[in-house]
């Protein structure tokens, strides 16, 4: 176990997230494992992390209720969102099943939280290269994303 925050959950109540490295031969090197006060485990998140780059943002829950986990796979880090829903926390969404960090739903890979600002709350700051005529020459755009109170969305 790499770490481990208590976290109050609007549904659930008290509900401590582990930030867990595995040491066996599974290729999903992390996972985000929950339980309730009363024991009840919640469903786990399995992700790609290079060597124990998992953590959790300072402060880890924001004015939105939203936790905050930072993870790296191996080039940049990423930005993985805990949403509370009634049983637990809403399905990250990874774009690819197979591929386990370079982000989904609520997985922001190639990013990095910003804040909390003045509202309590933080911001995500997303990056993308072109790779337009190369990677290493390509162009790099950022993107700031807010949350509107279901979802992070660029700022307009």
Known sequence: ???HR????????????F???????????????????SG??????EMEVYEKDLKFADPASDATKNTFVIYNPGR?????VLIPDKNGYEDIGWSDPENHYTGGRLAYYNAR???PGG???????KSENSCNPSCADGA???FILHWNGHEYLPTE
Not at 6 to 17: F, T, W
Not at 19 to 37: E, F, M, Q
Not at 119 to 125: A, L, S
Request: proline share 3%; hydrophobic share 45%; net charge positive.
């Open 1 to 3: 176990m790499l770490d």
């Open 6 to 17: 208590d976290i109050k959950h609007p549904h659930l109540g008290a509900v401590r997230v």
């Open 19 to 37: 930030l867990v490295r595995r040491t066996d031969s599974n290729p999903l090197t992390g996972c985000i494992a929950s339980v309730t006060s």
């Open 40 to 45: 009840h485990v919640l469903k786990s998140i």
């Open 76 to 80: 940049y880090d990423g930005v993985l």
């Open 113 to 115: 939280l910003a804040g």
């Open 119 to 125: 509202d309590g709350r933080f911001t995500i700051v």
């Open 140 to 142: 790099i755009a950022q």
